[in-house]
């Protein structure tokens, strides 16, 4: 079975810190998302990653950062919190390539309050 | 622009009353159509893909299937246990990314 794994169930910060929320799978897939999804507003991308290094914009990247040194690791970094950062943070991965679609596996999720 | 629209918003069932939830996607050259269910303050769990025009699945009382513009979500008999938020992806050709809908948030009561 995919396991994908967050560092954090839920999380509470100060507007202004410098917050990581870590991601693992242990699927060796080329491919980890980073979403939030807050209510009303679905599931958005912030970020993805199709290899070591690599990394991509999603539909709102403003105010986050990534890092993926290797693999199994995905990181999302917040670099000042603000409130309006308050949400419900989930990790996916999936396998890269191939004709046919991929379907992402997902972590537990993080929520994280910015106070 | 990829685009999908689940309906309804919110459905109510009684045990044992058969349903079934729509998802209409737009998208150029569909690669995947990927079911999920997701829990209260939990993860989505992934349930199915589909990849072509006629194609069906089944796991226990959910059955999915898939035409040119839309994929239905049958849950034959339902039990409390079903209870939760199903989503619906659609995957373009053009890369890994998934585009979801908002989701049909389904309630069994016993």
């Known amino acids: 079975d995919v396991k994908v794994t967050q560092s954090s169930r839920y999380l509470v910060k100060r507007t202004g810190e410098k917050v990581f929320l870590e991601c693992v799978q242990d699927?060796?897939?080329?491919?980890m998302f980073w979403y939030r999804q807050d209510p009303g507003l679905g599931l958005r991308l912030i970020y993805f990653s199709y290899d070591v290094k690599m990394k991509e914009k999603g539909d709102i990247p403003e105010g986050y950062s990534v890092s993926r040194e290797k693999k199994e690791r995905f990181s999302l970094i917040l670099e000042s919190a603000s409130t309006n950062q308050t949400s419900m943070y989930l990790c996916?991965?999936?396998?890269w390539g191939g004709g046919r679609g991929n379907e992402q596996f997902f972590g537990p999720g993080t929520r994280l309050t910015v106070l | 622009e990829d685009q999908v629209t689940q309906s309804p918003e919110a459905l109510r069932l009684q045990e044992g009353e058969s349903s079934s939830l729509n998802c209409s996607y737009t998208v150029s050259g569909l690669r995947g159509l990927f079911w999920y269910r997701q829990d209260p303050g939990k993860g989505p769990e992934f349930l199915f893909t589909l990849y072509s025009a006629g194609e069906e699945k089944e796991k226990e009382r959910l059955k999915a299937t898939l035409t040119k513009k839309e994929s239905f979500l049958h849950i034959t008999a339902p039990k409390p246990e079903d209870s939760a938020t199903y989503l619906c992806?659609?995957?373009?050709?053009?890369?890994?990314?998934?585009?979801f809908g908002e989701g049909t948030q389904l309630t069994v009561n016993p």
């Open positions: 992806a659609v995957q373009a050709p053009s890369g890994s990314r998934l585009t």
């Open positions: 996916a991965s999936s396998l």
């Open positions: 699927m060796d897939h080329e491919n």
